[in-house]
């Protein structure tokens, strides 16, 4: 560990500089290509205020006083080579790393050629690809873990450089992926003050010391969080002496509105994860001259005086008055540069303003990948069929458990960009003891993962500290990185910490970056209850919460083949998926299967007709399959009403044909889930057949669920509570009857 403290005091004094030295190791020319990208990015700042204040843009997020530190950043790293995590205020930052005023103002319209966002996101929210600026959102620090997971995947690339390349022949996400890396890159990731408060934040200082990453984290502080000050927000008011307890890190504390000893310290903090010892922190003092944004007024909570000590520190006058002092331009040359600028701003203005909006029916494109569609014909083999043995008896099939391990390890030897994280996936952290053959190894709460380090090595399956937004955030910076991560969330019902991470972000990455980024990754959850005892924190469904959410594969398989046929396309597929296992199925004989080959695929959106009938049609999924059969084959055995019974087996997309083409046939519809009833997945699949199949219904559609109360310990309540085979024979029987 190391730390460097910048006096403030110190700030812009050039040691005595004579006109040849360098101030901190910056020419002059450099010094002055700092000052007109400071006064570019206050400038635009005004001109876009001006622009909000006319109506003619929609938003405004000011980096105005944050210009020194991002300048410096950008100096130190760079562009294309490092990777970049910046927030709203980081405008100099990107300008100095090659952003045009021109592409910012795009942004401010809106513009279909807004290289950040085509128009899908607010201004100040980075996005540009060949300058490895990574798209940023707006919920404040969500972006940290995945600068971790972005390093992560860097080093992992270069460490397995094979994995880079494309096999011949290999149909699937690798091909549309650009992946570069460096063995010495840095990602840098940036956050105000009061962000350091968020629990990502401290997952991602956790993951960066436990992983020697090279980070550089940089907090720009203005000492604010809107009207929050440091004090309220950061306990004793200083976030660097909060994080000073981090083993491997290099710290720094700056200020940063002065560009020449922020460069020194970013150049430090550079050097320190360049040369692998590990993350840095720059904690650098801002200010922030504009209130928060343009709703917020500052005087509302700040007084004059404040205001009025923080303007002497402000970037733009005190680089200029520096290059003055120093002799490195005189008046004539600040105006002049300011002249050039201002003209320059103003044909960016004037050019984006005539610049053509998004058209509205492009708002559905890279929701899902364009490349690649999981619901193609292109995943859709056939599964091998076993030889029968010499004594011509049919093996024992595999359980759903055994299906998914052999899947995983399938996929493991093709693709070597398939990472597995997550809590107790690993065999055995300590290595050693795997060597020495002193212990077996754990492989995953229910064992799935088992063997799975053995055999591939800790680099390529690993246990993750318990965090449930650092698992799927530092997945999602490896997936955008080009790597292929499958990680496991334990239990759905702790699914809830990565819910910012899968919503605002996994989800959302490719469509609000107009498809320069895309982040693959394959969440494999357990889920679901019947486990007698199983109570309310291991029964949980919930999937309409996450089919709800546009960009995100939703599969639920119940058997062993489709586990296998559907895990697979989700591993080789361009989007990201959700893949839930029901913890019930996992080792059930219902459903169990022969191994159906390395390259069994069943495409996304294809429902399975478990049994044909004509009299009823059930639509259904997961555990309620086998408990909608048995009641199914007990109302023909009683009443010889045939169910028609389907398998939805992927959520999202789900397969309308299917269900529509049964309906038609047997004018009556009966959805049946294990989530609660309400607002559940089912509703939706009712509303739709009573919108689209209304004139071929001779019934009402009828649901059949879980009650509307989480599931309970007491075997009885839990049974009282999860739909059993007998509410789907009686629900089957009435509807049959009507
Ligand atoms: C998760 C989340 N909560 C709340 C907000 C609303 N919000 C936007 S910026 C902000 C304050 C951020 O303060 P700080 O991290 O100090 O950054 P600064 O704006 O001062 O640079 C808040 C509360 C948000 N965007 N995201
Ligand atoms: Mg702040």
Redesign the pocket.
Known sequence: MATTKTDPKLALTANGAKKSKLYEGLTRDQLIQAYRLIYTSRRIDDREILLKRQQKIYFQMSGAG?EGIGVAAGLALKAGYDWFYP???DRALCLALGVKPYDMFLQGVGAADDPSSGGRQMPSHWSYPSLHIVTQS?????QILQAIGCAEGGRYLARHPKSAEIPAGSADYRQFKNVSFQGDEVTYVS????????GEFWEAMNAAALGKLPVIFCV???????S?P?EV?TAGGSISRLVSGFPNFHFEEVDGTDPVASYAAFHRATRYCREGHGPAFVHAHVI?PYS??LSDDERLYRPDAERERDAQRDPVTRTQMFLLREGILDEKGINQLEKEVEAELQIAVDRALEALPPAPESITRFVYSPDLDPASSAFDTQAVVPELPADGKKPAGKTMADLITTTLRDEMKRDERIVIFGEDVADCSREEYLKRKLVKGKGGVFKLTFGLQNEFGNDRVFNAPLAEAAIVGRATGMATRGLKPVVEIQFFDYIWPAM?QIRDELSVIRWRSNNGFSCPVVIRVAIGGYLTGGAIYHSQCGESVFTHIPGLRVVFPSNSQDAAGLLRTAIRCDDPVLFLEHKRLYRESFGRAAYPGPDYMIPFGKAKVVQPGTDLTVITYGAVVPRALQAAQKLEREQGVKVELIDLRCLNPFDWDTIAESVSKTNRALVAYEDTLSWGYGAEIAARIADQLFDKLDAPVRRVAAKDVFVAYQPILEDAILPQPNDLFLAMKELSEY
Do not use: C, F, K, W
């Not at 707006?138 to 969500?142: A, I, K, L, M, V």
């Not at 720009?220 to 809107?226: C, L, M, P, T, V």
């Open positions: 944050h927030y709203y205020r707006s919920p404040t620090g969500s956050l105000g003050d009061g962000t350091s408060s968020e720009e502080d203005n000492g604010y969080a809107i929050v440091v927000q922030r928060h944004s910012m």
